[in-house]
């Protein structure tokens, strides 16, 4: 934290407050960040320059797949299906939409995986397995309750390593 933010809300527990990520015009940068230092119950954890072009948005999602399969997240050829899920739902918007199975499994071999990745059926048969919008995800599969949340955890672990590259912390 920096001296020019103090910690207004020390007594609170980070699990009663939400984290979010704004993009502000430079020009109405000093404006925004003098409205937020007005609210007592705003805390600036961090200032930092973002991506802002889309080749970058690009290369973000690249290099947050593939910090997943380094740290062995994808545990079935399946799972990389739920990425595909999410970035389809404009979880994050402005990231890439894929119309098919097969444009995404392309994609993934063009970012370098060529082991494990799901066929075009096990894509198809994931995809059907899932009912509502995340992070509400349903699955008709029946799968044990650490399963569903294995599976939800995919994508939260995904979004965290898009917001580190998009920040510039994961290696390019």
Same mark, same amino acid.
Request: net charge positive; hydrophobic share 35%.
């Given at each position: 934290?920096?001296?020019?933010?103090?910690?207004?809300?020390?007594?609170?527990?980070?699990?009663?407050?939400?984290?979010?990520? %704004?993009?502000? !015009?430079?020009?109405?940068?000093?404006?925004?960040?003098?409205?937020?230092?007005? +609210? $007592?119950?705003?805390?600036?954890? @961090?200032?930092? !320059? +973002?991506?802002?072009?889309? %080749?970058?948005?690009?290369? +973000?999602?690249?290099?947050?797949?593939?910090?997943?399969?380094?740290?062995?997240?994808?545990?079935?050829? +399946? !799972?990389?299906?739920? %990425?595909?899920?999410?970035?389809?739902?404009?979880?994050?918007? @402005?990231?890439?939409?894929?119309?098919?199975?097969?444009?995404?499994?392309?994609?993934?071999?063009?970012?370098?995986?060529?082991?494990?990745?799901?066929?075009?059926?096990?894509?198809?048969?994931? %995809? =059907?397995?899932?009912? @509502?919008?995340?992070?509400?995800?349903?699955?008709? !599969? =029946?799968?044990?309750?650490?399963?569903?949340?294995?599976?939800?955890?995919?994508?939260? $672990?995904?979004?965290?390593?898009?917001?580190?590259?998009?920040?510039?912390?994961?290696?390019?």
């Amino acid at each position: 934290m920096s001296e020019k933010w103090p910690n207004l809300l020390s007594h609170k527990s980070w699990k009663e407050m939400k984290e979010i990520i %704004i993009r502000v !015009d430079e020009s109405a940068y000093e404006y925004v960040l003098g409205m937020l230092k007005l +609210c $007592q119950k705003v805390e600036v954890v @961090g200032e930092e !320059d +973002c991506v802002n072009t889309e %080749i970058d948005m690009y290369s +973000c999602v690249a290099r947050s797949i593939s910090e997943l399969h380094q740290r062995h997240v994808f545990r079935y050829p +399946c !799972d990389f299906t739920y %990425i595909m899920v999410a970035l389809n739902e404009e979880v994050v918007k @402005g990231l890439p939409f894929f119309y098919s199975p097969m444009e995404y499994i392309a994609y993934l071999q063009s970012l370098g995986f060529k082991h494990r990745l799901p066929r075009k059926s096990t894509v198809y048969n994931t %995809i =059907n397995k899932i009912g @509502g919008k995340y992070p509400n995800w349903s699955f008709n !599969d =029946n799968p044990s309750d650490y399963e569903k949340l294995r599976r939800t955890n995919i994508v939260k $672990q995904f979004l965290s390593a898009l917001m580190m590259a998009r920040r510039g912390k994961l290696e390019r």
